[in-house]
């Protein structure tokens, strides 16, 4: 996409450090580097050979890997900015972007802050601040309650004549950190709770306000650019309505569906919002939208948004640009009505989850990354290459992808191709998920708003996969890939490369009877009782290799020919003459299969290491109880501990809530799977836990009352 460009530039400054990891950083650097500015990167431990670390022109280290210690250690970033002489500070999005101390503190040092100012920050940064300024602009609020007061009985008191159902939101929050529907009164106090211990935990700060929570609504917002100069102007809209826990993760713009006297109006109080608190530079405001055709004010983001890339694709503009230019004092480079909107633009977010369980955040190591070929319908923003690790101590986004065209139609066919290139191995990721969304009639023809996931619940469960033709394909790809390695090693070692030598063979001919190969593999239910095995038999014929399927879940017939190549991970192969193309990525434990648009993970299982206990031969029994008669319960992900709820000797019933992990920013409470009796805590509040984990051992009731009648 072309781009706008500031005319009659004032010279810029020649050396930014950037507040920041990730994707953001990495796309901040790009484009100052493009302007011949000089960048300075930062980084903690986590991030030592990290992507935007090597991008930088410089970089330094920061400390431990978690945020407080490193990304949030506002002294020792401004120590850095001067050691390394810079003129200005971009803080991106999150950590520091909104912090009015920390862009004070820039301002005292003589450090352009690339944002607004510290005053705009306070101001907006308040969700109830906020909402009293923009009541005295005659914005539109949701009703609900903002007031000072912040002790349990007073807020309790307001959320029953709020009503339900609502939200409470962290007055300093954002990102969907922070924030929790409560349905019913007595839900109320243990939200209120958790919600205030994830607030600290992300902003340093618990206050609360309490909103109507609105339902059938659609998430609208704002792109506003203000100079210096009393210029304000807003450029278009983006739809961000599709999210999980209050997170986006699909965003496009403009927003589709919405009038255009509706779009003006939005447009006109997103600037009187910025022009009350005399605003600069690159802010968004939120709306909510609903059926009735009315908007709401929700909040103002006094940064660059992740979904930035959507409006740069439709307008044209290079918003991290504007953002340098009009912090060193420039005008904005076009008026209102020089805003030219062109095509539509759609952006999804990859993250490192698990969307089969509730969208568990996921950390480990990306032991393979393909992606689609870049171009002007194709963009992708991301600070990972293959290789590289996704960290719990951050956010669990592994890129963005983002896609333009014409029409809208158009940039949802062009987006399922991008995903269909879009290839991870080695972690779980949602990009499975974002191809079944796509394929959802109600987001094909619009029909969006925040409900969405849980609306369309049904369509967007897993899909069933041929795990024949997975095992197949797996199989293939190994018994192909042995053959390679033997006539390499032939040739490598053998003085005499006769190719007519019976050494030289890697048919498996045998006299009198053909050779055969087993291979095993099972799934990778994180429960191991759960998981699947197969036994996969490959006969060597002269036409191919005849396969047979043993296991619990072999869908077709079990019997098949099949034969192929093998180039690098790319196999083409013939299952009983149809001829299909993969992407195999093989390695030591894992075998990961991508094949029409799916991926398969499975555990290689000659090779895999059992942790397999035997169990208690009884069906009314759960099938985790091991012969010791206890429940094991695990950490569904790498975390700290956050709180532990429960204690020895302690009778709980099924689904108490016993101990709350926080990864990645979210927590998750670990309740317990039947009633019983807690006999060993192993973890306490603040220990780092490994994924998989054992955290509690609980004996089932039904094992104590069998105890008690024999």
Same mark, same amino acid.
């Given at each position: 996409m072309s781009h706008q460009v500031f005319i009659n530039q004032s010279t810029l400054f020649s050396k930014l450090l950037i507040a920041n990891r990730g994707e953001i950083a990495c796309r901040i650097i790009t484009t100052a580097q493009r302007l011949g500015i000089k960048c300075?990167?930062?980084?903690?431990?986590?991030?030592? $050979?990290?992507? %935007?670390?090597?991008?930088?022109?410089?970089?330094?280290?920061?400390?431990?890997?978690?945020?407080?210690?490193?990304?949030?250690n506002s002294q020792r970033i401004l120590t850095i900015a001067q050691q390394a002489n810079v003129q200005a500070i971009h803080p991106g999005y999150g950590f520091l972007s909104e912090n009015a101390p920390f862009a004070l503190a820039c301002a005292?040092?003589?450090l352009i802050f690339i944002g607004p100012s510290a005053d705009a920050i306070t101001t907006m940064g308040s969700k109830s601040a906020a909402k009293t300024m923009m009541a005295t602009a005659d914005v539109p609020l949701i009703p609900g309650y903002h007031g000072h007061a912040q002790d349990e009985q007073t807020l309790k008191h307001h959320s029953q004549q709020v009503g339900y159902p609502q939200l409470l939101k962290a007055v300093y929050g954002g990102g969907g950190k922070g924030m929790r529907v409560v349905y019913?009164?007595?839900?109320?106090?243990?939200?209120?709770?958790? &919600?205030? @211990?994830?607030?600290?935990?992300?902003?340093? $700060?618990?206050?609360?306000?309490?909103?109507? #929570?609105?339902?059938? &609504?659609?998430?609208?917002?704002?792109?506003?650019?203000?100079?210096?100069?009393?210029?304000?102007?807003?450029?278009?809209? @983006?739809?961000?309505?599709?999210?999980?826990?209050?997170?986006?993760?699909?965003?496009?713009a403009p927003a589709p569906v919405l009038p255009p006297a509706t779009q003006i109006a939005m447009g006109e109080a997103a600037v009187a919002a910025a022009n009350t608190i005399n605003y600069q530079g690159a802010g968004t405001v939120e709306f909510l939208y609903d059926e009735q055709g009315q908007f709401y004010f929700m909040e103002m983001n006094t940064r660059l948004k992740v979904e930035h890339p959507v409006t740069e694709m439709i307008t044209g503009l290079d918003l991290v640009e504007s953002q340098l230019h009009i912090a060193n004092?420039?005008?904005?480079?076009?008026?209102?009505?020089?805003?030219?909107?062109?095509?539509?633009?759609?952006?999804?977010?990859i993250y490192a989850?698990?969307?089969?369980?509730?969208?568990?955040?996921?950390?480990?190591?990306?032991?393979?990354?393909?992606?689609?070929?870049?171009?002007? %319908?194709?963009?992708?923003?991301?600070?990972?290459?293959?290789?590289?690790?996704?960290? +719990?101590? #951050?956010? +669990?986004?592994?890129?963005?992808?983002?896609?333009?065209?014409?029409t809208r139609d158009l940039a949802i066919l062009r987006l399922q191709s991008a995903l269909s290139d879009y290839k991870i191995a080695g972690i779980k990721t949602n990009i499975g998920f974002l191809t079944q969304l796509l394929q959802v009639p109600a987001l094909q023809r619009a029909s969006l708003n925040t409900d969405f996931l849980l609306t369309h619940a049904a369509v967007l469960a897993p899909p069933h996969v041929n795990i024949d033709y997975a095992l197949l394909l797996a199989a293939l790809a190994l018994q192909l890939q042995s053959e390679q390695t033997r006539q390499l090693n032939v040739a490598n070692n053998s003085d $005499?490369?006769?190719?007519?030598? +019976?050494?030289?063979?890697?048919?498996?001919?045998?006299?009198?009877? +053909?050779? &055969?190969?087993?291979?095993k593999f099972a799934t990778t239910n994180n429960d191991h009782h759960d998981r699947q095995h197969y036994t996969l038999t490959l006969t060597t014929l002269i036409q191919g290799y005849q396969v047979q399927i043993n296991g619990q879940q072999a869908s077709l017939s079990t019997d098949y020919l099949i034969r192929g190549e093998l180039n690098g991970d790319e196999l083409t192969a013939f299952i009983d003459e149809h001829r299909v193309k993969a992407t195999v990525v093989i390695s030591p434990l894992h075998i990961t299969v991508f094949y029409a648009g799916n991926s398969t993970d499975l555990f290689r299982q000659s090779i895999m290491q059992s942790t397999v206990q035997s169990g208690v031969q009884n069906q009314a029994l759960p099938s985790n109880i091991d012969n010791e008669f206890e429940t094991k319960i695990t950490a569904p992900m790498k975390g700290v501990s956050v709180s532990v709820l429960c204690q020895v000797d302690l009778i709980v019933d099924t689904g108490e809530p016993l101990v709350v992990m926080e990864a990645m920013k979210m927590e998750c409470n670990i309740n317990a799977p039947v009633a019983g009796t807690i006999t060993t805590v192993f973890y306490q509040a603040g220990d780092m836990v490994e994924d998989g984990a054992e955290l509690i051992q609980l004996t089932p009731a039904l094992i104590l009352d069998n105890k008690e009648q024999a």
């Open positions: 300075v990167a930062i980084y903690s431990a986590a991030d030592t $050979n990290a992507r %935007h670390v090597k991008m930088a022109d410089e970089a330094f280290y920061l400390g431990p890997a978690p945020a407080p210690e490193s990304y949030l005292q040092q003589g019913h009164a007595d839900e109320f106090c243990q939200a209120l709770a958790a &919600t205030k @211990r994830e607030a600290m935990a992300s902003f340093g $700060n618990d206050d609360m306000l309490i909103e109507r #929570y609105l339902t059938k &609504t659609r998430h609208v917002e704002i792109q506003i650019f203000s100079d210096n100069h009393g210029n304000c102007i807003y450029l278009s809209q @983006r739809d961000c309505s599709i999210q999980r826990r209050h997170q986006k993760i699909l965003e496009e004092g420039a005008p904005l480079p076009l008026t209102q009505t020089q805003v030219k909107i062109n095509g539509h633009a759609i952006e999804v977010r989850e698990d969307p089969d369980n509730d969208f568990m955040p996921a950390s480990g190591n990306i032991a393979y990354l393909s992606q689609p070929p870049a171009s002007r %319908h194709v963009r992708i923003d991301t600070g990972v290459v293959q290789g590289d690790e996704i960290s +719990p101590y #951050y956010d +669990p986004m592994i890129a963005k992808l983002i896609v333009w065209d014409h $005499n490369h006769d190719p007519h030598s +019976p050494w030289s063979q890697t048919t498996g001919w045998r006299l009198n009877q +053909p050779a &055969t190969n087993t291979v």
